[in-house]
């Protein structure tokens, strides 16, 4: 027999979440038939896997030991330690801009990957575990059951701010923000042409799998297809050229990228969605600005040096023109 007591970052979730992450080789038919059978109860009593867990209690599971190393794998098994990053916290490779109990957001660069989209990739995910990990900020006994992970997700080539829950509590309540809609996302980017006035666009989006890309039509076209809302105002206008702060008010992938293009403007260096190319990038001029949260935070991101050296570049272009606003 062996008893787990629930800690406080383990808790709030179900029970059954919990015993599928505790027993992760198991199919989720053996969990539920060990919990009818009251081979696996909660304070001592039998359980459905559908109660919300409490700090303190305590699950028993009576399984023969060969049973349960058999259906157990921890998430820092040889394997995984296998992909460890080399992390030297003195010289991390993002920007912590906030932390706290519950949540930690960086700065994640241009080129890195939110989360991994293959076994073998290293993302910022990856980097932020070994950092809450190598500076004592996760209890190595809970990883089997809740592991840290980012909240939202960056394109590999945009920049900007980028939440992680450090605690279950924080994962939870940041997901459940950003999924009600009451998070506020800016962007800031450089979009082809000249935009004169503030605008609130919408449309659907479709996405191709095939491709990667997706494309926004005035009308649903298939049931796939996902409603956007999207809202900019120019900051700075230039030759050719405008900085726009572009607020989000549904969050699909790709939205900015695609529905910028499909008015004509299309972001500085995104020739997947119809850049010219001839400003010399070849990745988008796309950076999550900042997030402000319901209860007044507000987490910023700087401009990154490729950002503000495009911004530079654009101004010299200008040749002295009053097109500057404030």
């Given at each position: 027999m062996k008893e787990f007591y629930i800690r406080n970052n383990e808790a709030g979730q179900r029970m059954d979440k919990y015993l599928k992450k505790l027993l992760c080789g198991a199919p989720a038919g053996f969990i539920y038939k060990m919990l009818r059978k009251k081979n696996i109860v909660l304070n001592d009593k039998k359980a459905k896997g559908e109660e919300k867990l409490l700090t303190g209690d305590c699950i028993k599971l009576f399984l023969s030991e060969e049973t349960f190393q058999k259906f157990s794998v921890s998430m820092y098994s040889k394997k995984s330690e296998a992909r460890r990053p080399d992390l030297d916290l003195e010289r991390l490779p993002f920007q912590i801009l906030y932390e706290d109990e519950d949540i930690l957001a960086i700065d994640k660069p241009f080129g890195m990957l939110s989360q991994k989209a293959k076994p073998e990739d290293v993302s910022a995910n990856e980097y932020i575990l070994e950092y809450l990990r190598k500076s004592g900020k996760t209890d190595p006994a809970e990883q089997n059951t809740f592991r840290p992970s980012v909240c939202n997700r960056l394109d590999r080539n945009t920049s900007g701010v980028l939440i992680a829950g450090k605690t279950l509590r924080g994962l939870q309540q940041m997901s459940e923000a950003l999924r009600t809609r009451r998070v506020v996302k800016e962007?800031?980017?450089i979009v082809e042409g000249i935009v004169d006035a503030p605008r609130h666009i919408?449309?659907?989006?479709?996405?191709?799998?095939?491709t990667n890309k997706a494309a926004v039509s005035e009308e649903k076209l298939s049931l796939e297809d996902k409603w956007i809302e999207t809202e900019y105002e120019p900051v700075c206008r230039y030759a050719d050229a405008t900085l726009l702060e572009v607020r989000l008010i549904t969050g699909r992938t790709h939205q900015i990228?695609?529905?910028?293009?499909?008015i004509g403007h299309p972001i500085v260096g995104d020739l997947k969605y119809g850049?010219?190319?001839k400003r010399g990038f070849s990745?988008?001029?796309l950076h999550a600005f900042r997030i402000r949260l319901e209860d007044g935070l507000e987490i910023t991101a700087p401009l990154p040096n490729r950002f503000q050296k495009a911004i530079r570049a654009l101004q010299q272009a200008q040749e002295?023109?009053?097109g500057h606003m404030e």
């Open positions: 962007y800031r980017c919408t449309g659907y989006l479709h996405k191709d799998a095939a990228r695609a529905h910028l293009s499909s850049a010219s190319g990745t988008q001029l002295g023109t009053n």
